[in-house]
């Protein structure tokens, strides 16, 4: 079944499900979908080759991904992975030739609690991977047994919520806080927004009732509410556990910003790696539509109309980025756009548009029945509320942790069961490294600000790879618009893997530094401007971590010297003295 | 009433509403270097070497909106030896050969290069495999030398109105490609009237059977500065 308009602002969606019907996309396809939506070719083929989900090479009938954040990392991924391409007799990032399957690695699939995970052609997920479970795998595949008969424990889903605060822990019945938003009016709901000083949870931390009502106040007819559920940041999970438990307070939460703001559209933003939500999050549309939560005239209001689609995402975490989702939502490259103007002013096709996150939406619910000075009266003066935190790593109880902001990070620490911490990194790759000395700092704009993330790393972890991982995914995930982040990240990763074979010097290290400095100001967008975050915390804080992999204080090139003879001692068959370079020590 | 101004290291430009920092400075005398902006095109803002100091905070200038009383610095030994570095990341990204690149003396990236005083790659070079399509009767694309500044992609677009290229990929393989279903120039409605055939900032579009008409030494940065007015960008 076919969900979207053959309209060019659905190309994304349309590659989607072609995609999904035909296993990759072959360049006839683009070309009819080219023709079909007033395309050229060269415009669908940069599209489609955008997105890192999309294939315009064959793939295997089996595509699986694994995850590679470093917490999948921490508990043995790589290891599973490499046994999982030996039993299928496959290389990383190749299709067998007998066109069956294919290995690879993608960015964090957000279920760093119960990893090291797995994605199935991009609908499946399996979780808690060991040795067993992969080899096991192997044979299925091998066997070719549809996944519907593979057990079912594989694909479990844990929410794993440890402690629960306002939004984890107080339900709200669905139209009920739409209901007292409704019976507020709009401007006075818009009031209780400003009161209540929510700063949105997508990491920006801009004021959401400012937000909504610079969109409100926008030139234009027709405004958009979008619910930013891309979650690509690594190591965080908790829009899916709020999309799982909660989705009907998303959609409540996103239908108060419609009434207060005048919009009649509303879209979510769903991430590719969340798609096996998108049939629940279908039906639960379809049950709010079914009680008049949705639709026209909602909860009897005449004149009051709104609905919500969701887009899926295709594999690009700079989409994170609200323009950038804009421009996908639009099907269009996820390059961010220049601002201003600002989306609240124009946004999606030109219209003034609200971009909030999951967990904004679900505390605007919250707002809405409790009122804005309840809310406020949470957390700390700067940072009104509660918060989020998906803990992973290094600790006995992974999963969801709800605080009030202004809880310490040692709190943290000691509520999770993390023993012997060396170092937290907050906010996912691109917030920040905290070390031991650091644990007495809290979790607040005004400190350490966090977009979810917190993963812990005790002192058996080398804080070099930890900041190559994020190395690596930046590289991987920069849109490569603009020249900083595009040959930047490249530059870091190649600086990062000289020192991981051994082959660094200070000097290396100084070019790092030189790297971050740069990119902190001259990019396009935060993504550039935030990749070098981890690198530069590592550095100054676990500088030992680095200077085990210089193999000198100076200059060393990024090769041996020696070992590049090899092929000629091979030819010639020598490999006396004289046919080695001198290696003065 | 006298006009709104910014200032520029120090020295009062006027603007009228609408204008960004670059243009206003351009239409001024003042050279803000650039690659990917020009003229007679919405600012792009993806090649960086604009970026100035406004009010303490880096920002691309073709992107700022001018407005009264900004502090902008622009030629400081910070901000020019940034943009340095960003040449150099041009230039270790593609494969460049000036010696014997027949756009050489003509060359917008070449000619800021010199202008930043850049000597060498400074980073490691990257040695992309990007072949040549000769494909064209008139018009040769040499891929190595592409940054991306999408002035092609624009132009095919908003005069030409043929569409011609596009950019393709992501992150470091991020390149441009041609809307026919071969791929290739030769089976595209191009031509060498085209305003997308001689936009090219550097030597990716050429005209074929015109390499060195005019003798290397006698071309248009080997006889100006990029920072003179009216040659600040490519035709």
Redesign the interface.
């Known amino acids: 079944m076919l969900h979207f308009p053959r309209h060019r602002n659905s190309l994304v969606q349309l590659l989607r499900e072609a995609q999904e019907q035909h296993g990759w996309l072959p360049?006839p396809l683009l070309?009819d979908l080219a023709r079909e939506l007033g395309l050229?070719?060269?415009?669908v083929?940069?599209v489609a080759?955008?997105?890192?989900f999309f294939h315009l090479q064959p793939v295997g009938r089996w595509r699986v991904l694994f995850s590679d954040n470093i917490t999948d990392r921490l508990l043995g991924s790589e290891a599973l992975m490499a046994q999982l391409c030996e039993r299928l007799r496959v290389k990383p990032g190749e299709m067998r030739t007998d066109g069956r399957v294919s290995v690879a690695a993608t960015s964090c699939t957000g279920l760093c609690d119960q990893g090291p995970a797995l994605l199935i052609n991009h609908q499946l997920v399996i979780t808690r991977l060991d040795a067993q479970r992969v080899a096991r795998i192997a044979e299925l595949i091998e066997s070719d047994t549809p996944a519907s008969s593979w057990p079912a424990e594989w694909f479990r889903i844990d929410d794993n919520v440890r402690r629960a605060d306002v939004l984890l822990g107080q339900p709200i019945a669905a139209g009920q806080a739409l209901a007292a938003a409704l019976a507020r009016g709009p401007a006075a709901m818009l009031e209780e927004m400003k009161r209540s000083n929510l700063r949105g949870r997508g990491g920006a931390g801009f004021t959401t009732g400012t937000k909504w009502a610079l969109c409100r106040e926008a030139a234009g007819s027709e405004r958009v509410v979008v619910c930013n559920a891309d979650e690509g940041e690594p190591g965080t999970f908790k829009d899916r556990v709020l999309l799982s438990r909660h989705a009907d307070l998303v959609f409540e939460g996103m239908t108060i910003a419609a009434a207060a703001i005048g919009a009649k559209q509303g879209l979510v933003y769903l991430r590719g790696e969340y798609r096996y939500l998108l049939e629940p999050l279908r039906e639960t549309l379809q049950r709010r539509r079914d009680a008049h939560l949705l639709g026209t005239a909602i909860q009897g209001h005449d004149g009051f109309d709104f609905d919500i689609d969701i887009h899926l995402g295709a594999g690009?975490y700079v989409c994170g980025e609200e323009s950038s989702l804009i421009e996908s939502l639009e099907g269009k490259?996820g390059t961010p756009r220049?601002r201003?103007p600002f989306p609240v002013q124009q946004g999606y096709m030109g219209r003034p548009t609200t971009v909030n996150n999951v967990e904004t939406f679900c505390a605007a619910a919250h707002i809405a029945v409790q009122g804005g000075d309840w809310w406020a009266a949470i957390g700390t003066p700067k940072s009104t509320g509660t918060k989020i935190h998906s803990v992973s790593g290094d600790c006995e109880r992974p999963g969801l942790y709800e605080y009030p902001f202004g809880t310490r990070i040692g709190r943290i620490l000691e509520d999770c069961g993390a023993r012997d911490t060396q170092a937290v990194q907050v906010g996912g790759p691109s917030g920040v490294c905290l070390s031991a000395f650091e644990f007495g700092r809290r979790i607040a704009f005004e400190d350490v600000p966090t977009a979810g993330a917190f993963m812990v790393f005790d002192r058996s972890r080398d804080m070099f790879e930890v900041a190559r991982n994020f190395a690596h995914f930046f590289?991987?995930?920069?849109?490569?618009?603009?020249?900083?982040c595009?040959?930047?990240?490249?530059?870091v990763v190649?600086r990062m893997d000289k020192l991981a074979q051994g082959h660094g010097s200070r000097h290396d290290v100084d070019?790092l530094y030189?790297l971050d400095k740069?990119m902190h100001?001259?990019?396009?967008c935060g993504l550039g401007a935030t990749a070098c975050n981890p690198l530069r915390d590592t550095i100054a804080k676990f500088r030992p971590a680095y200077e085990r992999h210089l193999k000198s204080l100076y200059f060393e090139p990024?090769f041996d010297l020696d070992a590049e003879l090899s092929v000629a001692r091979q030819i010639t068959g020598r490999d006396d003295p004289a046919s080695h370079l001198e290696t003065a020590e | 009433m006298s006009e709104p101004c910014f200032t520029l290291d120090g020295e009062d430009v006027p603007f009228v509403p609408g204008d960004t920092l670059l243009q206003a400075a351009r239409r001024a005398g003042h050279y803000i270097p650039h690659l990917c902006w020009h003229p007679d095109f919405r600012a792009h803002g993806s090649c960086r070497i604009c970026t100035v100091r406004v009010n303490g905070r880096m920002a691309a200038a073709c992107a700022v909106q001018a407005s009264e009383g900004l502090a902008v610095e622009n030629h400081t030994e910070e901000l020019d030896a940034q943009r340095k570095t960003l040449l150099q990341m041009l230039f270790i990204e593609g494969n460049h050969f000036c010696p014997s690149c027949e756009k050489s003396g003509n060359c917008l990236l070449q000619a800021t290069a010199y202008q930043m005083g850049m000597e060498g790659p400074h980073f490691e070079e990257f040695y992309p495999d990007r072949p040549v399509d000769a494909s064209h009767p008139d018009i040769l694309l040499d891929f190595n030398r592409c940054i991306l500044c999408e002035l092609c992609v624009r132009a095919s677009h908003e005069i030409d109105g043929k569409n011609v290229f596009a950019i393709a990929g992501h992150g470091i393989g991020t390149h441009l490609v041609v809307n026919s279903d071969s791929g290739q120039l030769g089976d595209t409605d191009m031509a060498l009237t085209d305003r997308a055939a001689g936009i090219c900032p550097v030597g990716v579009i050429l005209p074929k059977r015109r390499g060195f008409v005019i003798p290397i030494g006698e071309r248009r940065y080997d006889q100006d500065s990029v920072a003179e007015p009216g040659r600040q960008e490519a035709s």
């Open positions: 360049r070309a050229t070719l060269a415009q083929e940069g080759s955008f997105y890192r690009a490259r220049i201003p590289a991987h995930e920069s849109c490569g618009f603009c020249t900083p595009r040959v930047g990240t490249a530059l190649k070019v030189e740069l100001g001259a990019t396009h990024a």
